[in-house]
Nanobody, 121 residues
């Protein structure tokens, strides 16, 4: 059973920083692309950033220059460093990964349980 477990959410004042982490566990053969989404109340889930196993990154315009994604392939971990947070960043943040389990040997998308980030003015 593959799981993605997130940590690091919380509350911060506008202008502050937070760091989120997510670790994939279980019988995993390979972890492919990893990323972060968020969903604010009443809004659709939004793709923020992705990173390949080779370190190639992409960012949504809404977070470019403020958020940085990184990963540790050996630990099957992805991190999201968030700076200059504002009220509009308040949302539940979800980790995402395409994982090839030991069985079946095909890439399957997995999601974390979500972690709340609240930014106050």
């Amino acid at each position: 059973q593959v799981q993605l477990v997130e940590s690091g959410g919380g509350s911060v004042q506008a202008g502050g920083s937070l760091r989120l982490s997510c670790v994939a566990s279980g019988e995993i053969f390979e972890v492919g692309i990893m990323g972060w989404y968020r969903q604010a109340p009443g809004k659709q889930r939004e793709l923020l950033t992705t990173i390949t196993s080779g370190g190639i990154t992409n960012y949504a315009d809404s977070v470019k220059g403020r958020f940085t994604i990184s990963r540790d392939n050996a630990k099957k971990m992805v991190n999201l460093q968030m700076h200059r947070l504002n009220v509009e960043d308040t949302a539940v943040y979800y980790c995402y990964a395409e994982v090839r389990p030991i069985s079946p040997m095909r890439l399957i998308p997995y999601w974390g349980q979500g972690t709340q980030v609240t930014v106050s003015s």
